[in-house]
C-alpha cells in the first residue's frame, strides 16, 4: 500500500523539452506538497496546495506548473527544461495545513537534464 | 526568517556507538520541529518530532528533546546499527499561517559494522 507515489522514478531529457510528473497520496490527506533536492541533498519547498488551492509559491520560475486535479493528485509540469533544473523531486502530502502535522513523502522523481 | 542549523558531516561511526547529531533553529514563532531520515535511493520518512517546548520525541531508540531556552532539538540514539546508515534532516514548522517546512542542510551517517 504505497501511500505518496510518483510517476516516473528516474526522468532524463534534453535541454528545451516538457515534461511533467505526477504525484498520488492514497492517504485522504488535504495538503500536497512538491521539494526539490539538489545535489547537495539541500530540501525547498516549491509548492503547496490545500484542497486544490494553491498555498505556497516558492518563488519557481513560471516555467513550473503544478496542477491539482482533485485533493489526491498534485502534478508538476516543467516547460523548457534547462540544465540547472537536474534534481531530484519530492512529492509529499499531510493532513491538512497545521504546523504541527507531519509530511509523508513520496520516493522522488530523479531528473537529468541533457 | 526560519533557519535550521546542521552540525556539518558526514558522521562516520562504529556499530553500537552513541550518536548526538545536533541541530539548533531560529524561528519568529513557536515551531513544531522534526527530524526527517533519508535512506538511500529513497524519499523521506518522519522519524520522530515534538510540537511544543520540553517534548521529548522518540523512535526506533533514538531522541530528540524540544529545547527551547537553547532553541535546540538534538538527535540521540545510545547504540548505532549498520541500518541506521543514512541522511539525517532536522527541520522546524512555524506557527504562522502559511508556514512552510524548512530544512536544515542533512549530515550523513555511516555506520560501520
Known amino acids: 500500500d504505497t501511500a505518496v507515489s510518483q510517476t516516473p522514478k528516474y526522468l532524463v531529457t534534453q535541454m528545451g523539452n516538457d515534461k511533467s510528473i505526477k504525484c498520488e497520496q492514497n492517504?485522504?490527506?488535504?495538503?500536497m506538497y512538491w521539494y526539490k533536492q539538489d545535489s547537495k541533498k539541500f530540501l525547498k519547498i516549491m509548492f503547496s496546495?490545500?484542497?486544490?488551492?494553491?498555498?505556497i509559491n516558492e518563488t519557481v520560475p513560471n516555467r513550473f506548473s503544478p496542477k491539482s486535479p482533485d485533493k489526491a493528485h498534485l502534478n508538476l509540469h516543467i516547460n523548457s527544461l534547462e540544465l540547472g533544473d537536474s534534481a531530484v523531486y519530492f512529492c509529499?502530502?499531510?493532513?491538512?495545513?497545521?504546523?504541527?502535522?507531519?509530511?509523508?513523502f513520496g520516493p522522488g522523481t530523479r531528473l537529468l537534464v541533457l | 526568517g526560519d533557519s535550521v542549523t546542521q552540525m556539518e558531516g558526514p558522521v562516520t561511526l562504529s556499530e553500537e556507538a552513541f550518536l548526538t547529531i545536533n541541530c539548533t533553529y531560529t524561528?519568529?514563532?513557536?515551531?513544531?520541529l522534526f527530524w526527517y531520515v533519508q535512506y538511500p535511493g529513497e524519499g523521506l520518512q518522519l522519524l520522530l518530532k515534538?510540537?511544543?517546548?520540553?517534548d521529548k520525541g522518540s523512535n526506533k531508540g533514538f531522541e530528540a528533546t524540544y529545547r527551547k531556552e537553547t532553541t535546540s532539538f538534538h538527535l540521540e540514539k545510545g547504540s548505532v546499527q549498520v541500518s541506521d546508515s543514512a541522511v539525517y534532516f532536522c527541520?522546524?514548522?512555524?506557527?504562522?499561517?502559511?508556514?512552510?517546512?524548512?530544512f536544515g542542510k542533512g549530515i550523513t551517517l555511516s555506520v560501520r559494522p
Open positions: 509529499a502530502s499531510s493532513q491538512e495545513l497545521s504546523y504541527q502535522e507531519t509530511q509523508y
Open positions: 515534538a510540537t511544543k517546548a520540553d
Open positions: 496546495y490545500n484542497n486544490k488551492e494553491l498555498i
Open positions: 524561528a519568529t514563532g513557536y515551531p513544531s
Open positions: 527541520a522546524l514548522r512555524d506557527t504562522g499561517a502559511n508556514s512552510k517546512l524548512t
Open positions: 492517504l485522504g490527506h488535504d495538503t
